[in-house]
Nanobody, 124 residues
Framework: QVQLEESGGASVQAGGSLRLSCAASRDPNNDYCMAWFRQAPGQVREGVATFDPDGTTIYIDSVKGRFTISKDNTENTVYLQMNSLKPEDTAMYYC??????????????????WGQGTQVTVSS
């Protein structure tokens, strides 16, 4: 069993930056894809970014050039650096560990471990 704990969420103004952190209770994740998802009020949860064991990263179009996912293997922690934040980035952000892979990098059922989430609110 892996426990994930997110932190770093806050309320910021548009154009600001935040860095989210996700600490894993043990180390499964050097061999697994780690990802960030988000869910805005009234919306379905969507994948935001993934970090594969080989260092490959994938982002959804709406955050490309603004968000950066990274991982510190020694700390069992994955980060999401978010710059130039927009009101539409407002959501609960979750980190997750992928345990299956069926060809789609952000297919939610493939992620077996989830954190409780951290809230990001961006005001205009």
């Amino acid at each position: 069993q892996v426990q994930l704990e997110e932190s770093g969420g806050a309320s910021v103004q548009a154009g600001g930056s935040l860095r989210l952190s996700c600490a894993a209770s043990r180390d499964p994740n050097n061999d697994y894809c780690m990802a960030w998802f988000r869910q805005a009020p009234g919306q379905v949860r969507e994948g935001v970014a993934t970090f594969d064991p080989d260092g490959t990263t994938i982002y959804i179009d709406s955050v490309k050039g603004r968000f950066t996912i990274s991982k510190d293997n020694t700390e069992n922690t994955v980060y999401l650096q978010m710059n130039s934040l927009k009101p539409e980035d407002t959501a609960m952000y979750y980190c997750a560990v992928r345990i299956l892979y069926n060809g789609l990098p952000m297919r939610e059922p493939d992620f077996g471990y989830w954190g409780q989430g951290t809230q990001v609110t961006v005001s205009s």
